[in-house]
């Protein structure tokens, strides 16, 4: 790799740790987590039949989606009105509306395919291990944001999110509750992690002054 490739290489991570910087977006998708482990539970009470088959199979990913668009909507205003003034204004390059159309379809089809792949192993595995399984794909996805953005939490929060998932296997509670603690927790850990960055942040940067 040329020298070149190599400073714009870190240009790129230096600007994706940037939207790390106040853990808001760890919290916004903490909260989608979180949120899709409740759906889950809420499904899971109702009545059985085909309706709630396709909710179980469609609920989180309709989650996903909707959260993912509501973050893209309220996040840069949030750091308008409190991370820029404190460490500066970046301007992220918006995609076109086709575009962003296209990424919030793609987070859902992820998410689809990823039950789907769990669903498919699960059926030669005990059932147990399922929130383990669960624990492998979200702590590989925190990972993969730590190494893109060199923000090294990401890793300890992948970590915590194995731990989690072991634990939850390993206390065998029936169902629904294995699925609605592995999801609720793992976003509950991602948003412990973004109030704790958000409070350091806080509590270590001021408001720039401004120029007369």
């Not at 040329?2 to 714009?8: F, N, P, Q, R, S």
């Not at 870190?10 to 940037?18: K, L």
């Not at 925190?142 to 929060?157: A, D, K, L, P």
């Amino acid at each position: 790799m040329t020298e070149e490739l190599v400073k714009i290489e870190s240009i790129i991570r230096n600007t994706r740790r940037y939207w790390y910087v106040d853990g808001l977006s760890e919290i916004a998708g903490g909260l989608i987590i979180f949120f899709s482990g409740i759906a889950y539970w809420v499904v899971a009470q109702m009545p059985n039949s085909n309706y709630k088959f396709f909710l179980l199979t469609m609920a989180q990913p309709a989650i996903i989606i909707l959260g993912s668009w509501l973050a893209q909507k309220i996040l840069p205003k949030i750091k308008e009105q409190l991370t820029y003034p404190r460490s500066g204004y970046l301007v992220f390059r918006k995609p076109v509306k086709k575009r962003r159309f296209k990424r919030l379809i793609l987070v859902g089809l992820i998410a689809a395919v990823v039950g789907a792949l769990v669903t498919m192993v699960s059926t030669a595995l005990p059932e147990r291990y399922l929130p383990f399984l669960t624990s492998i794909f979200l702590a590989m996805a925190s990972i993969y944001i730590g190494y893109q953005t060199s923000v090294h939490r990401f890793y300890w929060v992948g970590l915590a999110l194995l731990i989690w998932g072991a634990f939850v296997s390993y206390m065998n509670f029936s169902n629904p509750l294995p699925y609605t603690l592995v999801f609720s927790g793992m976003g509950m850990i991602w948003i412990i992690s973004g109030v704790i960055t958000l409070f350091l942040y806080l509590r270590n940067t001021q408001p720039l002054a401004e120029e007369e």
